[in-house]
C-alpha cells in the first residue's frame, strides 16, 4: 500500500465521527495530491534549478531605438483601444493578513497613504474607478482572497458601498488549500477535527480564476486580458495601457513587469532565460556566484528582478481548466502545529512539515511569446510588507509623497518641498491626467 492509499484508509477511519474533518476530507483532489507527492516528497528534490540559464532580456522602460519608439508610441493607442472595448480587468491577490504590520485584519484593509490613511484597497479602487471614467467603460475587479480573510473582506467593501464600483463589478473568491504532511507523507492534523490546510500558494490564483467562476464571468463580459498585481503596493499601475497595449501587439499569454533590483540578494524573483523559455528564479534559489556575476558595463546580470505584476490572457488561464497545462508544486519545508500519535498537540520549533505551493511565475515557461517590461520602481513599487524599515509602511509613504510631488513638479504645480502630499487616484490615475489640468 502506497502513502496515498495509507492515508486515505487513514483520515477515512478518523472523520468517521467528525463532521468537519470529513468534509475537508471529501474535498481533497487526491490526484492533484499524488501529483503534488510526486513532485516534492518522492523526489525530495527542493528548487531544483535548471542546468543552462542566463539573463532573460527585457523592452526596456525608454525606448532605446527608432522601432521601439515607434512601437511603443504604438502599444499605448493600442492599450487604449482595449480599455475603451472593455477588454481588460483587474485582479488582485489579496490573502495575506496584516500580521507583519502589527495589524490584524486582511492586509488590503490596511491604511496606507500619508494624509487621508486610505487603505491599499481604496487606493486600488479609486484608481480603477478613475481609469473606468476615463474611458467611459466599466472596469471589473476580482480579489482572492484567503479562505481566512474572505469574509472580512467582502464585509469591509459592503461597508463602504464598494468604493462607488458597484457590487456586480467586483468579484470576490478564496484561494484553494492543500493539506501539510510531515516529511514521509502523512497527513498532519491541526485538530482532532481538522486537517492542517494551508493555502496553495499564488500559483493557485490560476485555479481559483476556474473554480470561482470568475473565467466564465469574464468571458461572458467580453474581457480578454487580466492585470495581475498584489495587495501590497501601493503605488502599482493597476490597469497600464502601455503595458496591456504591448502585451497585446506582441501576442504575449503572459506579460511581466521587471525592476532593477537594489542589489544582487535583494528578495526579488530574478527574471531568466532558459533556451527560448523565459523563466524567474526566486532570489532565495540563485546560487552567490550568479547573483554577483557582472555583465560588461560592471552592472549586476541577473539585475531585473519581479515586482509581481503581470498581464495573462483569458484563453491562456483556460487551459489550466481541463488539464491542457499545469503548474508544479513546490516542497516548502515548514513549522506546522499538529496533533502527534497520542493526540497531543506539538508545537514545533524547526521545520517539521511539507507544504506544497504552486507559484503563479512558473506559468511563464508555459506562455507563448511572453515578454518582459521594465518599470521604473520609484513609480511603480514600493510595497507595504514590514512593520519597519525595508518595504514598511514609512517607507512606503515617503515614496508615495516622492511621487505625488514628482507628479506635480513635472506639472508646473507649485508647493512647498517641505509639504506632504497625495494624490487622489480617482481624480489622476496617471500622471499624464495631472499634467492636463
Same mark, same amino acid.
Given at each position: 500500500?502506497?502513502?496515498?492509499? %495509507?492515508?486515505?484508509?487513514?483520515?477515512?477511519?478518523?472523520?468517521?465521527?467528525?463532521?468537519?474533518?470529513?468534509?475537508?476530507?471529501?474535498?481533497?483532489?487526491? %490526484?492533484?495530491?499524488?501529483?503534488?507527492?510526486?513532485?516534492?516528497i518522492?523526489?525530495?528534490?527542493?528548487?531544483?534549478?535548471?542546468?543552462n540559464?542566463?539573463?532573460?532580456?527585457?523592452?526596456?522602460?525608454?525606448?532605446e531605438?527608432?522601432?521601439?519608439?515607434?512601437?511603443?508610441?504604438?502599444?499605448?493607442?493600442?492599450?487604449?483601444?482595449?480599455?475603451?472595448?472593455?477588454?481588460?480587468?483587474?485582479?488582485?491577490v489579496?490573502?495575506?493578513?496584516?500580521?507583519?504590520?502589527?495589524?490584524?485584519?486582511?492586509?488590503?484593509?490596511?491604511?496606507?497613504?500619508?494624509?487621508?490613511?486610505?487603505?491599499?484597497?481604496?487606493?486600488?479602487?479609486?484608481?480603477?474607478?478613475?481609469?473606468?471614467?476615463?474611458?467611459?467603460? *466599466?472596469?471589473?475587479?476580482?480579489?482572492?482572497?484567503?479562505?481566512?480573510?474572505l469574509?472580512?473582506?467582502?464585509?469591509?467593501?459592503?461597508?463602504?458601498?464598494f468604493?462607488?464600483?458597484?457590487?456586480?463589478?467586483?468579484?470576490?473568491?478564496?484561494?484553494? +488549500?492543500?493539506?501539510?504532511?510531515?516529511?514521509?507523507?502523512?497527513?498532519?492534523?491541526?485538530?482532532?477535527?481538522?486537517?492542517?490546510?494551508? =493555502?496553495?500558494?499564488?500559483?493557485?490564483?490560476?485555479?481559483?480564476?476556474?473554480?470561482?467562476g470568475?473565467?466564465?464571468?469574464?468571458?461572458?463580459?467580453?474581457?480578454?486580458?487580466?492585470?495581475?498585481?498584489?495587495?501590497?503596493?501601493?503605488?502599482?499601475?493597476?490597469?497600464?495601457?502601455?503595458?496591456?497595449?504591448?502585451h497585446?501587439?506582441?501576442?504575449?499569454?503572459?506579460?511581466?513587469?521587471?525592476?532593477?533590483?537594489?542589489?544582487?540578494?535583494?528578495?526579488?524573483?530574478?527574471?531568466?532565460?532558459?533556451?527560448?523559455?523565459?523563466?524567474?528564479?526566486?532570489?532565495?534559489?540563485?546560487?552567490?556566484?550568479?547573483?554577483?556575476e557582472?555583465?560588461?558595463?560592471?552592472?549586476?546580470?541577473?539585475?531585473?528582478?519581479?515586482?509581481?505584476?503581470?498581464?495573462?490572457?483569458?484563453d491562456?488561464?483556460?487551459?489550466?481548466?481541463?488539464?491542457?497545462?499545469?503548474?508544479p508544486?513546490?516542497?516548502?519545508?515548514?513549522? +506546522?502545529?499538529?496533533?502527534?500519535?497520542?493526540?497531543?498537540?506539538? /508545537?514545533? %520549533?524547526?521545520?517539521?512539515? *511539507?507544504?506544497?505551493?504552486?507559484?503563479?511565475?512558473?506559468?511563464l515557461p508555459?506562455?507563448?511569446?511572453?515578454?518582459?517590461?521594465?518599470?521604473?520602481?520609484? /513609480?511603480?513599487?514600493?510595497?507595504?510588507?514590514?512593520?519597519?524599515? +525595508?518595504?514598511?509602511?514609512?517607507?512606503?509613504?515617503?515614496?508615495?509623497?516622492?511621487?505625488?510631488?514628482?507628479?506635480?513638479?513635472?506639472?508646473?504645480v507649485?508647493?512647498?518641498?517641505?509639504?506632504?502630499?497625495?494624490?487622489?487616484?480617482?481624480?489622476? =490615475?496617471?500622471?499624464?491626467?495631472?499634467?492636463?489640468?
Open positions: 500500500m502506497d502513502i496515498i492509499d %495509507t492515508n486515505k484508509l487513514r483520515m477515512q477511519e478518523l472523520a468517521a465521527s467528525k463532521p468537519l474533518l470529513a468534509q475537508q476530507v471529501e474535498a481533497l483532489d487526491w %490526484t492533484e495530491l499524488e501529483a503534488a507527492f510526486e513532485e516534492c518522492f523526489k525530495k528534490e527542493e528548487n531544483g534549478l535548471p542546468e540559464y542566463g539573463p532573460a532580456s527585457y523592452f526596456p522602460l525608454n525606448p531605438t527608432p522601432e521601439h519608439k515607434t512601437l511603443y508610441a504604438q502599444a499605448f493607442d493600442h492599450g487604449e483601444t482595449l480599455i475603451k472595448g472593455g477588454k481588460t480587468a483587474a485582479f488582485t489579496a490573502g495575506g493578513q496584516g500580521t507583519r504590520l502589527g495589524y490584524d485584519g486582511p492586509k488590503g484593509t490596511f491604511g496606507v497613504s500619508p494624509i487621508k490613511n486610505k487603505t491599499l484597497f481604496q487606493l486600488f479602487a479609486e484608481q480603477i474607478l478613475g481609469m473606468s471614467e476615463k474611458h467611459g467603460v *466599466v472596469i471589473p475587479w476580482y480579489i482572492m482572497c484567503s479562505p481566512l480573510n469574509e472580512a473582506t467582502v464585509s469591509h467593501f459592503e461597508e463602504r458601498e468604493y462607488g464600483l458597484g457590487e456586480d463589478n467586483l468579484k470576490f473568491f478564496a484561494q484553494g +488549500v492543500m493539506p501539510a504532511t510531515d516529511f514521509e507523507g502523512n497527513l498532519l492534523l491541526a485538530s482532532e477535527d481538522s486537517l492542517a490546510l494551508s =493555502p496553495n500558494g499564488h500559483g493557485g490564483s490560476l485555479k481559483a480564476l476556474i473554480d470561482s470568475s473565467i466564465a464571468d469574464m468571458a461572458s463580459r467580453g474581457i480578454e486580458h487580466l492585470s495581475y498585481f498584489q495587495v501590497d503596493n501601493p503605488l502599482v499601475s493597476a490597469i497600464n495601457p502601455f503595458f496591456i497595449g504591448l497585446d501587439l506582441k501576442e504575449s499569454d503572459m506579460s511581466s513587469r521587471s525592476i532593477t533590483k537594489t542589489g544582487p540578494f535583494e528578495k526579488l524573483g530574478n527574471f531568466v532565460a532558459i533556451g527560448d523559455r523565459v523563466s524567474i528564479i526566486e532570489y532565495s534559489d540563485l546560487p552567490e556566484e550568479k547573483a554577483l557582472k555583465d560588461a558595463q560592471a552592472r549586476i546580470k541577473y539585475r531585473a528582478g519581479s515586482p509581481a505584476i503581470h498581464v495573462l490572457r483569458r491562456f488561464v483556460e487551459q489550466f481548466a481541463n488539464g491542457e497545462i499545469k503548474l508544486y513546490h516542497r516548502a519545508e515548514k513549522k +506546522v502545529a499538529h496533533l502527534d500519535q497520542a493526540g497531543e498537540l506539538v /508545537e514545533p %520549533t524547526e521545520p517539521n512539515a *511539507v507544504k506544497f505551493e504552486t507559484f503563479v511565475f512558473d506559468a508555459l506562455a507563448k511569446n511572453p515578454l518582459i517590461l521594465e518599470a521604473d520602481r520609484l /513609480e511603480e513599487f514600493s510595497p507595504v510588507k514590514n512593520r519597519t524599515g +525595508v518595504d514598511s509602511l514609512e517607507s512606503s509613504q515617503a515614496d508615495q509623497i516622492s511621487r505625488a510631488k514628482r507628479w506635480l513638479r513635472n506639472a508646473g507649485a508647493f512647498k518641498e517641505s509639504s506632504i502630499v497625495e494624490i487622489c487616484p480617482r481624480a489622476f =490615475p496617471d500622471e499624464e491626467d495631472l499634467q492636463k489640468v
